[in-house]
């Protein structure tokens, strides 16, 4: 019996060809259309719209809790027996197959492509929001005390260490295997193959990618939104400039123009060298806020925070009677269901820079790798605010968390040379932005083409140029209130995404096991 699955389904079979693109019927279709009519309803109506979605992600959020949390530790746990077990030992895309990356550039790309802006967002005002009780504080702690700030470390490392990557883990392993190893096209809808059968390139399918696409351009928008906001209030902290909305459009602009340049040149012209910029740039930063802040405490915290993650995890993992409800609902059934509506998009990115390398040494890089590369992140930015905090320093310890966007700069501010760090920070906010935008164009290029690697140029432009314009219509049209919006929205998108995910652990374990029963396809074959 052949290892290779049994359908008659041809990549692109269903596209049609016009305007200089290659579109598969319906999804793009629907996709671009649903996009245009939340932007439009939006826009002429952004306060209702919030209502609207707000109350949806409540309602998720509210009655879904349990759910986006067994989840997220089913994911943890199937990635680690994934590595050990014998499984582990297959290759992404055939036992001959080579990386197309050194593994400098396959992390430079892990981590600029999965946490960027985030990382530069939050690492100052999560564990600031924790500590001081912004909006709750993990498992009900009492604020402003040394347990605190052991929590505030361990309860944000909980948010962005194993299981977001996890999450995405999960989705990329999916979508490298079925494409690498069983020649299916690289789109969501492939994954499903094991259990649908040939009804994968049905409406089943059709609804699996259009999900998918929502998840990815509308979680895209609201990073392309936040990383204005943020360079904007960077700029306006450096040289006075007023941060408004007309600023944070001409940010996006300029943003979405470079990163039209970088989609043109695809992967290894463009996505792999700012990449590599960007992770010597955070490089550069990240040593200069340890040697400038306390050498001594960044050390000591970080064996700190490593044990406070020890010791929260599993407490922070658990569902059932949390007094802290505030804090579980409010940011980690939140965070939960963020990673997830982005897990087609990074999921995705990563599956194509992760060809030739074996299951256990692709398990191990993602959810080890940005695991400690955030845990040291965290330890100097976030550390080194909490210890301004506790010792009287500065805007932070004196008015606490005011402006979110402004936090990571009103830390900066305590060290030496601050205009200049501060300027590097805008810098590398503005790079990271650059690259979650040209990845994801590359990601909704390839779902919306029916699964296509080389889809037309004019196509990654296409939606290079809608993430940017959801971005700045929604900015202009409700300004916070719309981006509320479209945040609200990912996360109810998230909730359908989580039921894809769950079955597609499944279909995985089914498509492992094929691989080891049957044998390995030689990657050159070019029939499925």
Known sequence: MSDRFDTD????????????????????FVSAALVIVFIVLTLINPVGAKKVFDASKSWTIQNFDWFFMISGNIFVLFCILVAVLPVGKIRLGGPDSTPDFTRLSWFAMLFAAGMGIGLMFWSVAEPVAYYTDWWGTPLNVTPKTPEAARAAMGATMFHWGLHPWAI??????????????????LTIRSTFFPLLKD???????????TISVLATIFGLATSLGFGAQQAASGLNFLFGIESTIGLQVTIITCVTGVAVISVVRGLEGGVKVLSNFNMALAVLLLIFIILAGSFTHFFTGLFKTTWAYVEYILPLSNWIDRADEKFYKGWTVFYWAWWISWAPFVGMFIARISKGRTVREFMMAVLLVPTLLTLIWMQAFGGNALLQIQEGVGALAAKGLGQVPLATFQMLEN?????????????????????????????VDSITAGGKLDAPVTQRIFWAVMEGLIAACLLVGGGADALGAIQAIAISVGLPFTVIMVVMVISIYMGLNHERKYGYRNLNQTGI
């Open 199 to 209: 009804k994968a390139w049905g409406w089943p399918g059709h609804i699996i990618d």
């Open 9 to 28: 389904y041809k990549v692109g079979q269903d596209n049609i060809e016009k305007w200089g693109m290659d579109m598969h019927n319906p999804v793009f």
């Open 415 to 443: 060290l030496p040379m601050a205009q200049i760090t501060s300027f590097f920070g805008i810098v590398l906010v503005l790079v990271f932005f650059i690259t979650s935008s040209d990845s994801g164009s590359l990601v």
């Open 168 to 185: 995405y883990a999960v989705t990329a392993l999916a979508l490298a295997f079925f494409t690498f190893n069983k020649g299916l096209p």
